[in-house]
């Protein structure tokens, strides 16, 4: 095999070892927005869909995933004030914790 051969036979490799991954990744973000989704059904009692902010329940649909993660470490740990929701944070893992970022960042902003 000629040099050059040689890295086109390596370049193709990467490129398939990038798809490969990449593929991969479609599917854990797929995979997360799922299990964000089933982990949502208890948020959705109190953090509204549609319509005007109730009182101090802030709408959580459309926001930007790493805001929405802070903010639940931040309950979690016990460094932002609300009682409700750090007893509701203390029970997730971070993959929850991304899991939900994810799907409520997806998610179309409330009107």
């Known amino acids: 095999m000629t040099r050059t051969g040689f890295f086109k036979s390596q370049l193709v490799a990467v490129i398939l070892l990038l798809t490969v991954c990449a593929q991969a990744a479609d599917k854990a973000q797929a995979a997360d927005k799922a299990y964000g989704e089933y982990l949502a059904s208890e948020c959705?009692?109190?953090h509204r869909a549609t319509g005007p902010?109730?009182?101090?329940?802030?709408?959580?649909?459309?926001?930007?995933?790493?805001?929405?993660?802070?903010?639940?470490?931040?309950?979690?740990?016990?460094t932002r004030s609300n009682s409700v929701m750090q007893n509701v944070a203390s029970k997730l893992l971070d993959d929850d914790i991304e899991a939900l970022a994810a799907y409520y960042s997806q998610m179309p902003r409330a009107k």
């Open 44 to 46: 959705a009692g109190c």
């Open 53 to 78: 902010q109730i009182g101090a329940m802030p709408t959580i649909y459309g926001k930007p995933a790493a805001e929405l993660g802070k903010a639940l470490r931040e309950y979690r740990e016990k």
